[in-house]
Nanobody
Framework: QVQLVESGGGLVQAGGSLRLSCAAS????????MGWFRQAPGQERDFVAA????????NYADSVKGRFTIFSDNARNTVYLQMNSLKPEDTGVYYC????????????????????WGQGTQVTVSS
């Protein structure tokens, strides 16, 4: 089992930046593909970004391409989401997710792909 704890959310003005962190417990972090999702009030949980267990493959939602970057540090058992040029529509609760996988370069983009979730961190972008 892996436990995930997100941090780094907050209130920021449009155009600003935030870096979210997701710290994972356990010694097998490198066997997990990781993802970030977000959920606005009354909305479904939407895919934001994903990274393969090797870190060699990434994927982004069209709405965040060119603005967000997902990267991992296996030595720290942590995955990050660097968010630049934030927009009010980026507002929501951001969740980190993990899925154990044997595939080094595969990423996963739907909530049903993932087995483990963090508690979420609120990101609010003011206009």
């Amino acid at each position: 089992q892996v436990q995930l704890v997100e941090s780094g959310g907050g209130l920021v003005q449009a155009g600003g930046s935030l870096r979210l962190s997701c710290a994972a417990s356990g010694r097998t972090f490198s066997s997990y593909g990781m993802g970030w999702f977000r959920q606005a009030p009354g909305q479904e949980r939407d895919f934001v970004a994903a990274i393969s267990r090797s870190g060699g493959s990434t994927n982004y939602a069209d709405s965040v391409k060119g603005r967000f970057t997902i990267f991992s540090d296996n030595a720290r058992n942590t995955v990050y989401l660097q968010m630049n040029s934030l927009k009010p529509e980026d507002t929501g609760v951001y969740y980190c997710a993990a899925r154990q996988t044997n595939f080094r370069y595969r990423f996963y983009t739907t909530p049903d792909d993932y087995d483990h979730w963090g508690q979420g961190t609120q990101v609010t972008v003011s206009s």
